[in-house]
Antibody, heavy 122, light 111 residues
Framework: QVQLVQSGAEVKKPASSMKVSCKAT????????VSWVRQAPGQGLEWMGN????????NYAQRFQGRVTITADKSTSTAYMELSSLTSEDTAVYYC???????????????WGQGTLVTVSS | QSVLTQPPSVSGAPGQRVTISCTGS?????????VHWYQQLPGTAPKLLIY???NRPSGVPDRFSGSKSDTSASLAITGLQAEDEADYYC???????????FGGGTKVTVL
């Protein structure tokens, strides 16, 4: 059974950076892309980008280009998402999610991490 | 403002049928990109409910069904149950943005 276990909650200062980890167990980590999706309090889901671990190639949502970096460490089956220049609007729960191999033309997400709450506050 | 438009809320009595629409455009659903649906119970991570427009992952009750036509998609819940009270999100891909996109979400309330 695939599990994605994320790092714990964080409090960050405005203008600083955050880095969240997502460790995969129970599956073949490198073969499937991993996305990062965030959810601000009381708001909807927002895709930030993804990475294909065995290629090390990342794709980023337009609105986060230049501010987000997604990496993966195949040796530890862990994906990372780093977001810089934080503002209060980045306060959200950040999820990692695995691309479901059953989905043909469009990425879907079949396994999700438990979420990491990041609060940006001075 | 989400690229995919969903009604903010729908409601129904136990046992009734409710539908949630997901309206896109010719750069996403209308371009042939598949639609997926997620259920998010309060305080939990989203769960894949429908993939590739109409398919249910193992373990998802057949009370949930999906459809797609032209530039929109729909999720139907028949025989509504109290445990179905949750937020539901559609998701696809947009070729103009080159991004994975989500709808704004729909809160289902069981009366």
């Amino acid at each position: 059974q695939v599990q994605l276990v994320q790092s714990g909650a964080e409090v960050k200062k405005p203008a600083s950076s955050m880095k969240v980890s997502c460790k995969a167990t129970g599956g073949t980590f490198s073969s499937y892309s991993v996305s990062w999706v965030r959810q601000a309090p009381g708001q909807g889901l927002e895709w930030m980008g993804n990475i294909i671990p065995f290629l090390g190639v990342a794709n980023y949502a337009q609105r986060f280009q230049g501010r987000v970096t997604i990496t993966a460490d195949k040796s530890t089956s862990t994906a990372y998402m780093e977001l810089s220049s934080l503002t209060s609007e980045d306060t959200a729960v950040y999820y990692c999610a695995r691309h479901g191999p059953q989905c043909t033309s469009t990425t879907c997400h079949d396994y999700w991490g438990q979420g990491t709450l990041v609060t940006v506050s001075s | 403002q989400s690229v995919l438009t969903q009604p903010p809320s729908v409601s129904g009595a136990p046992g009734q049928r409710v539908t949630i629409s997901c309206t896109g455009s010719n750069s996403n659903i209308g371009a042939g990109y598949d639609v997926h649906w997620y259920q998010q119970l309060p305080g939990t991570a989203p769960k894949l409910l429908i993939y590739d427009n109409i398919n249910r992952p193992s373990g998802v009750p057949d009370r949930f069904s999906g459809s797609k036509s032209d530039t929109s998609a729909s999720l139907a819940i028949t025989g509504l149950q109290a445990e179905d009270e949750a937020d539901y999100y559609c998701q696809s891909y947009d070729s103009s943005l080159s991004d994975v996109i989500f709808g704004g979400g729909t809160k289902v309330t069981v009366l």
